[in-house]
């Protein structure tokens, strides 16, 4: 499985004339742990969000190479795009109170997921389905897979609603997962519990996962390769180790103006934007 | 020259980024939503028919060729001519002059009537949804019997009741059009008063009084006002059912309702009698639900 | 030193529930309060119990020696300002940043509406191009900057700060962290301040309560916190979490 992004345009027709979100941006994604990293309005999610072709539809996108393992995302038909939607990518996003179906139990919307995604031929009846639905949520460690199961999405908290809905998009076996900012909603101590999990079941299932965010020390944490972002470009990518060797004033800067425990300082740096930074 | 460059400079003016103070602002504001209107030919459609109806039924006295209630029983149902542009009816009157006449009583009526609606049931839902609580309760059962009515029933038995007059149609239609605007005044008041931001006006110590009238009564407004032009073809509809079934405008007077009802027996021989005053409604009607429409569209929210 | 804000055994319900179980801390006048908690633990509730925006409380509470009640008096909301969260929604979507800011003086008859804008918007680092425009014409750092000078409209005393930076970027909350401490400086105010992240108040806040379930489990100093001499775990896990990430 490889991702390839090679000059990638996206542009909004405005009032204005057309305003450009993404540009010159390119990336190479295999088997891997890549975060994507920048501010609101970077452009992080529409880069993200463009291999599965999952943009506003007035987005008008051009690049010399967008593909997806092979298959020309740009022309590739709507056919072509859903079996890649959901089955051979997961999208995980901020907020499973908006993405989860409020009127259906967890566990049907999981079994649902895994019998549409069931190759034709083999049974995907629905005690089944139930029952891999069950076997999911063990796997993203729910310990009392019966109850959640059974509960309507307002009855979870944040982090087992973001638990169900990894179980959802883990029930057809994708090759990659796209999480958008999965943790921003939650506590600091769930935050860091669903990203142990998306990191375990990455590893164990051998996905690649492309982790969109704003927090620069969180994604290179969890992350092999970190992509900074500002404005609509790539303006350094860095070993997640490295993060302290970032060159890019931009990417330390980021770093540089978040409060710290470790010393007391009077104010805070604060980021100065480079017109150059554009160029 | 100099003309054209003061015009220049006003529209500069109007449409500065940048406004020196809150007159510069407020107007600028206006203008831009103007210009914003202006770009939909439909509602300027609306806007000019019902400014030109409007125009039209104010100046009666002046132009219209004959008196409205002159009778000429030697001259009954006489056909479209030069004299009588649109013919005459059963009484030999000349229904252009009636029609002019007529869109004195029936647009004044619905004036009246959205006039006494508006903030009638603005002001009873917003106290409603903002309180909450017992006056909640208390209003909104008050507005559940009045919609349980079908509104031309509880109109008829309430004009029955006093006296048939143009005063008592208006107050029959006001009373039974109020409750579906206090519904939706109460419907977004529920979601406004959660927000932050009526609460950090909560926080300046403004009296609830001040934060209904100047911070959630703007909110509700637009959404009001475009279902109140909606609704206004059927207002006019009502005044016409009203004055078609004799309880509206007294016979004289020349309502459209009433004329169509009186004209109703020659609508197969002398079909123009009936037929002008029904292509006024028709066109008031269809240019309020125009202008509705253009005005949803200038007043929609358009926050992100 | 007196203490500006009191607050003794503070319960809030809601319905059968519980939210704050006797919550007791004082704020020294121009000092710094921090409230640290995770989602539920009751943080944000305490702020709006004194703020009176909820006025279901038991309890007491005492701002500058005097006693609150459910019901405040105007003179109250002119002595207290609070800035909410997320300034995309507290700011009326309706109303320009002029009008937004003139409410408090014309709320409490303050006169010289057009000077103290003015003064109001160069306080907080706004242009005054920015005076009329609407929220939807600000960024979320923007904003803040006008939720913020409108809540110092009125002159006030004390400061609730709830969340003030969890919705913007890292690069802008440093900005709006610091014009916060700029005016606590030039104003002597006294600020409590709510938030998820122990790092942020502590930067701000010298003393800091850390809340779980509704109840205070520690009080401790940011000095203390940043040495690791927390006692109760649940700090002692923020903690961990906060630091882990930063020593990558």
């Known amino acids: 499985m490889d991702v390839v992004i090679r000059n990638l345009h996206i542009a909004f027709p405005t009032a204005q004339g057309e305003s450009v979100a993404v540009r010159d941006v390119s990336m190479r994604i295999g088997t891997e742990k890549l975060g994507i990293v920048g501010e609101s309005g970077s452009g992080k999610s529409l880069t993200a969000r463009s291999i599965l072709r999952l943009l506003p539809h007035n987005a008008r996108v051009t690049a010399d190479e967008l593909s997806f393992d092979g298959i020309d995302v740009q022309r590739a038909s709507e056919k072509q795009m859903r079996a890649i939607r959901g089955r051979r990518a997961g999208l995980i996003m901020q907020d499973p109170k908006y993405s989860l179906n409020p009127v259906m139990t967890a566990g049907a919307q999981i079994a649902e997921a895994w019998r549409m995604h069931r190759p034709k031929g083999q049974s995907r009846s629905k005690r089944e389905a139930m029952q891999a639905a069950e076997d999911l949520l063990t796997q993203v460690q729910i310990r009392d897979p019966k109850r959640v199961a059974a509960a309507y999405p307002h009855q979870l908290s944040g982090g087992m609603g973001q638990r169900v809905m990894i179980a959802m998009m883990l029930a057809p076996d994708p090759e990659v997962l796209i999480a958008d900012e999965p943790t921003s909603a939650l506590d600091a101590t769930v935050q860091a519990e669903i990203l142990r999990l998306l990191e375990d079941l990455v590893s164990r299932r051998g996905m690649a996962l492309i982790l969109i965010s704003h927090d620069l020390p969180l994604v290179s944490h969890f992350c092999d390769r970190v992509a900074v972002m500002y404005a609509g470009r790539v303006v350094e990518e860095l070993r997640a180790g490295e993060l302290a060797r970032a060159s890019h004033p931009y990417t330390k800067g980021l770093l540089d103006c978040l409060p710290t425990l470790s010393h007391q300082q009077v104010r805070l740096p604060v980021l100065v934007r480079d017109p150059s930074w554009l160029e | 020259m100099s003309a054209q460059a003061a015009s220049m400079s006003r529209r500069d003016w109007l449409l500065s980024e940048n406004p020196a103070s809150r007159k510069q602002a407020a107007w600028g504001r206006r203008y831009r939503l103007w210009l914003e209107f202006r770009g939909n030919p439909l509602a300027m459609w609306g806007l000019c028919t019902l400014v030109i109806l409007i125009a039209l039924s104010m100046a009666a006295p002046l132009i219209a060729p004959f008196d409205p209630a002159a009778q000429n029983l030697g001259n009954r149902l006489a056909e479209p001519s030069w004299t009588h542009w649109f013919g005459t009816d059963e009484l030999g009157r000349d229904v252009l002059s009636r029609v002019l006449y007529g869109g004195r009583i029936t647009l004044g009526m619905v004036v009246a009537v959205v006039a006494l609606v508006a903030p009638v049931g603005l002001v009873i839902g917003i106290i409603a949804g903002y309180f909450g609580g017992i006056a909640d309760r208390a209003l909104m059962r008050v507005t559940d019997v009045f919609l349980a009515f079908p509104r031309l029933i509880l109109a008829l038995a309430f004009v029955a009741a006093i006296q048939p007059g143009i005063t008592s149609a208006i107050a029959a239609i006001a009373l039974t059009a109020w409750p579906p605007y206090a519904r939706l005044a109460r419907a977004e008041t529920l979601i406004f008063r959660k927000t932050d931001y009526i609460a950090a006006i909560r926080l300046t110590g403004a009296s609830s009084w001040r934060i209904i009238l100047r911070h959630v009564a703007p909110l509700c407004l637009p959404s009001v006002v475009i279902r109140l032009t909606l609704d206004m073809s059927s207002i006019i509809l009502t005044v016409a059912a009203l004055g078609f079934l004799g309880m509206g405008a007294r016979p004289p007077s020349p309502e459209w309702g009433a004329m169509i009802a009186t004209a109703r027996r020659f609508i197969l021989t002398q079909w123009w009698v009936p037929l002008v005053p029904g292509v006024a409604i028709f066109f008031a009607s269809l240019a309020f639900n125009l202008l509705g429409d253009g005005l949803r569209d200038v007043l929609d929210p358009k926050q992100e | ?248």
Not at chain 3, 100 to 113: N, W, Y
Not at chain 3, 165 to 181: G, H, I, P, R
């Open chain 3, 1 to 248: 030193m007196t203490d500006m804000i009191e607050v003794a055994d503070l319960r809030v319900h809601f319905g059968p529930v519980e939210a704050v179980k006797g919550v007791s801390f004082n704020v020294a006048e121009g000092a710094s309060f921090g409230i640290v908690g995770e989602s539920g633990s009751g943080k944000s509730t305490v702020l709006r119990a004194l703020s009176g925006l909820n006025p279901d409380w038991t309890g007491s509470m005492r701002i500058a020696g005097q006693a609150l009640t459910p019901k405040r008096s105007r003179d109250f909301f002119r002595r207290v300002q609070m800035v909410f969260q997320d300034p995309y929604g507290s700011l009326h979507p309706r109303q320009t940043v002029d009008r937004a800011l003139s409410e408090p003086l014309v709320v409490h008859g303050i006169g010289d509406i057009e000077g103290r804008i003015l003064r109001g918007l160069a306080e907080v680092a706004l242009p005054a191009t920015a005076r009329f425009r609407y929220p939807h014409q600000l960024s979320g750092g923007q904003r803040q900057r006008v939720a913020i000078a409108r809540a110092l409209m009125a002159e006030p005393e004390v400061l609730l700060l709830d969340e003030p930076t969890s919705a913007l970027d890292v690069s802008v909350q440093a900005e709006v962290l610091n014009l916060l401490s700029d005016i606590q400086q030039q104003r002597g105010l006294t600020y409590v301040m709510v938030s998820h992240n122990l790092a942020v108040v502590s930067h701000l806040c010298a003393q800091i309560g850390v809340m779980q379930g509704g109840e205070m489990v520690e009080m401790l100093s940011a000095d203390d916190l940043r040495a690791g001499r927390a006692k109760h775990p649940h700090t002692i896990e923020l903690r961990t979490l906060s630091t882990e990430l930063e020593e990558t």
